[in-house]
């Protein structure tokens, strides 16, 4: 059985150590109702319809996009938007996030922040993402998949198409690859593929998870420029795995990969996205 391609093997055919350049606000002169009208435009779509839903619409139509197939003009145009978006949105960055409550393990700050992976200003965040690595293809669903790539662009896609067809198969569950992050806040996005939890939880589904957050850590070693990470909750909401079971797997997952490496990592974001989920995190990391 073939080995998934690492980091040496792709790096190259997505530039992944070309910062990226997105454009300048000062030379953006459309208005973000103008670059939506554009985009649906290539999109082959035409409305008059309100600002809002406009841009659900434009959304939805950019999540069922095969890779390759945008325009550099269109693309350039959607860059903008996001860009203007992304002034508007209140992001939380390292230094925030390093003054919470705090556990260190090994000098890295262990912290759990409560909002949208999206707005993180850190050097990368982890994506839940499925085994074609290319994003979700539900128009507008509520996972953290469609939210990363709707926010990042869609280069990201293009990116992890790149990758996937370098590699000739899907990605294997437990494993992990790095892209840019384009117009998300953050530097890089970690794709990694968790578990789907069916019944109960199993001791495969387990060491899967465990490999999942061990793949990333390893990913953000490889990589000298990233000392902060933000994990999402993997395997958990439609894939299945419990809230606490999962907490508990990634917290000790963590812990015992920096116990065992010497890291450049000075923080590790746990984000959550519910109450529920910020306490069972608060409780668990506590005891580590």
Not at 58 to 66: I, S
Not at 106 to 128: C, E, F, P, R, Y
Not at 258 to 273: D, Q, R
Request: charged share 15%; aromatic share 8%.
């Amino acid at each position: 059985m073939s080995l998934p391609i690492r980091i040496k093997d792709y790096a190259g055919i997505i530039k992944l150590y070309e910062p990226y350049s997105p454009p300048l606000l000062q030379d953006i002169t459309d208005t973000k109702e103008q670059l939506v009208d554009a985009i649906l435009f290539e999109l082959n779509e035409v409305t008059n319809s309100a600002y809002d839903v406009k841009r659900r619409l434009q959304r939805g139509k950019l999540n069922t996009l095969p890779p390759n197939v945008f325009s550099y003009t269109a693309t350039h145009k959607l860059n903008c938007l996001l860009q203007l978006e992304l002034k508007e949105i209140n992001t939380s960055d390292e230094q925030l996030l390093s003054a919470l409550k705090s556990k260190t393990i090994s000098n890295t700050k262990l912290v759990v922040w409560q909002g949208d992976i999206t707005t993180l200003k850190v050097d990368a965040i982890v994506n839940a993402a499925n085994n074609q690595l290319l994003g979700c293809w539900q128009p507008l669903h509520a996972c953290i998949d469609n939210a990363i790539h709707s926010a990042a662009g869609v280069q990201l896609r293009n990116d992890c198409n790149s990758i996937m067809q370098k590699q000739g198969f899907v990605e294997p569950t437990g494993t992990a690859k790095i892209t840019r992050a384009y117009n998300l806040p953050s530097n890089y996005v970690i794709h990694t593929v968790g578990p789907i939890v069916q019944h109960e939880v199993t001791e495969l589904s387990r060491t899967h998870l465990m490999s999942s957050y061990t793949s990333c850590l390893d990913i953000a070693h490889e990589m000298e420029n990233i000392q902060s990470i933000a994990f999402c909750g993997i395997s958990t909401g439609v894939f299945g795995y419990p809230a606490k079971q999962a907490a508990k797997v990634a917290l000790d997952t963590v812990k015992h990969w920096l116990e065992n490496n010497t890291t450049h990592l000075n923080l590790v974001i746990f984000n959550v996205f519910s109450a529920n989920d910020y306490l069972i995190y608060n409780e668990l990391i506590q005891n580590l």
